[in-house]
């Protein structure tokens, strides 16, 4: 679509220059007409200024669809150097010829020089500076739309290329969380099968929203914080109460209400608060917020930090979501980790643009 507009505005240009050039003709004939007393403007006026036109528009009409594409085009700069050139002095003749012509029919006219009367002095170098002069014309402005084509398909695969990367991305993610709560459910089935079963069912619904919902680009904040409740939910059935604290804050419905955010961007850094904030043998806790101020929405996920969970590789999650998070915001948002030896905790907030219904509409408006 992008390339037919450009095209068409191509034309436009093309059209335009040569109804100016017909223009400044007519204008020519009809002062010089004036000057002889004649009636400006005849039927015989306009057959002489298109046949005088003729040989400039067979002139871009070759070079524009002929010599530009097959030769300029392909970086044959050689052979198009000297097809333009022998191009050029084959209309200049023709010109030249069909001038000459004119003036041997012309009868004899106050002396020995025959023609007819002219206010532009040697026509047929004027013929040569006007074919000279339309061949680069058509040159820049051809060269000016190839240039915004090549942008315009650098841009069109930089595109594919960045969603080719998020989608590789965001595939990780379902195994990586599959392969957590698997794992989560065979440690509960020894300890407790009714909870593991309801862990279980727990676990489908998930799968549902993960396989599904989130195959869209956007999806509505609401539905995101039903599902962070519902992953939630099943990590508190794995861990006793009395030894482990687990505490959410999110919007409520009228403020989440028509807010789209990128599905399960939140969810490899709840993960990774359970699989490092977490210890069998001390106390330990994992707090979650999603707060929405203005056009920003933070997301803040602080856990206990033990000892033994510093030695522990950080696997690909964090990789994958900082890459993400690159490719759909560019600078766009800030990611800050936080330390705290003394109270033992470690912290993740990341701050993103808002983004709502209204912006999809928008945009597929433009479209």
């Known amino acids: 679509m992008h390339v037919t507009r450009k095209r068409k505005l191509e034309h436009i240009i093309y059209i335009s220059i040569f109804l100016l050039i017909f223009i400044a003709f007519l204008l020519d004939v009809v002062r010089a007409r004036n000057t002889d007393g004649l009636a400006p403007l005849t039927g015989s006026v306009f057959v002489h200024i298109s046949l005088t036109m003729l040989p400039f528009v067979a002139l871009f009409v070759i070079h524009n669809s002929l010599v530009i594409p097959r030769l300029l085009l392909r970086n044959r700069y050689l052979p198009y150097l000297l097809a333009t050139s022998g191009l050029i002095a084959l209309v200049w003749g ?54 915004l084509d090549d942008k315009l398909e650098r841009e069109r695969m930089q595109k594919r290329e960045a969603q080719n990367q998020l989608a ?11 392969m957590n709560m698997l794992n989560n459910i065979h440690a509960m089935i020894d300890i407790d099968a009714e909870r593991a079963q309801d862990m279980l069912i727990n676990m489908s619904k998930l799968m549902r929203y993960t396989l599904y919902d989130s195959s869209c680009e956007r999806i509505a904040l609401s539905s995101e914080i039903a599902f962070l409740n519902n992953y939630l939910s099943l990590m508190k059935q794995r861990y006793p109460d009395n030894r482990v604290s687990i505490t959410s804050r999110f919007p409520d ?14 969810l490899v850094f709840i993960e990774n608060s359970f699989k490092h904030g977490i210890s069998y043998h001390d106390r330990s806790f994992v707090d979650i917020s999603i707060t929405i101020e203005g056009r920003t929405l933070t997301f803040r996920c602080v856990n206990s930090r033990h000892p033994s969970a510093a030695d522990r590789p950080s696997g690909i999650g964090l990789k994958n979501i900082s890459e993400r998070l690159r490719l759909i915001y560019g600078n766009r948002f ?11 905790s470690y912290s993740v907030t990341l701050s993103i643009p808002l983004h709502d219904e209204s912006d999809d509409s928008s945009a597929d408006s433009h479209h």
């Open 94 to 147: 023709c010109q030249a010829w069909a001038f000459m012509t004119r003036l041997e029919s012309m009868p004899p006219h106050g002396g020995p020089m025959r023609g007819p009367s002219h206010i532009v002095p040697l026509p047929m170098f004027l013929d040569l500076v006007y074919d000279i002069l339309i061949v680069g014309v058509n040159l820049a402005v051809a060269l000016i739309f190839q240039r």
């Open 168 to 178: 590789y991305l965001k595939a990780q993610i379902n195994p990586h969380f599959y």
């Open 253 to 266: 419905p009228a403020t989440a209400a028509g807010v789209m955010v990128p599905p399960l961007l939140f």
């Open 334 to 344: 800030s990611y800050d980790v936080d330390t705290d030896s003394d109270q033992g």
